[in-house]
């Protein structure tokens, strides 16, 4: 990959055999783009960014931050099915359980701040013009 301009990358694989398959995925993509294939490399021009292209990015960015969040929670349900689980077979307390689960919840709380944060940021920066 290689940086044209300001606007512009190149991509130029190993193997010609496989631009067609970068080109697919780029287009499949929903980057807004559409790849310019000259038969060795493929082109990509980004366009200025439009407010409405803006917007568009910043949902994307809140999709991604809620996807993000969304894991978070389920490693958390994993973890705390995994004290539970050992609660029963007496590996832990019922004390330490709790602990258990208070400290995953503690991890939770900071790592979704932490996305929500990056998110806010993310979009502020899309914005600014």
Do not use: C
Request: no cysteine; glycine share 2%.
């Amino acid at each position: 990959v290689k940086t044209m301009d300001a606007r512009t990358l190149a991509i130029t694989p190993w193997e010609s055999s496989v631009l067609k398959d970068i080109e697919k995925a780029i287009q499949a993509s929903d980057l807004g783009i559409n790849p310019q294939n000259d038969g060795k490399s493929i082109r990509l021009v980004f366009p200025s960014l439009t407010e409405e292209r803006r917007k568009e990015l910043v949902k994307q960015v809140s999709k991604l931050g809620e996807d993000a969040k969304v894991a978070i929670r389920n490693i958390r349900r994993d973890a705390n099915e995994k004290s539970k689980e050992q609660k029963k077979n007496s590996i832990l307390t019922e004390d330490e359980q709790k602990l258990a689960e208070k400290s995953v919840q503690e991890l939770t709380d900071k790592y979704s701040k932490e996305v929500d944060a990056v998110v806010e940021r993310k979009d502020k920066e899309i914005m600014e013009i």
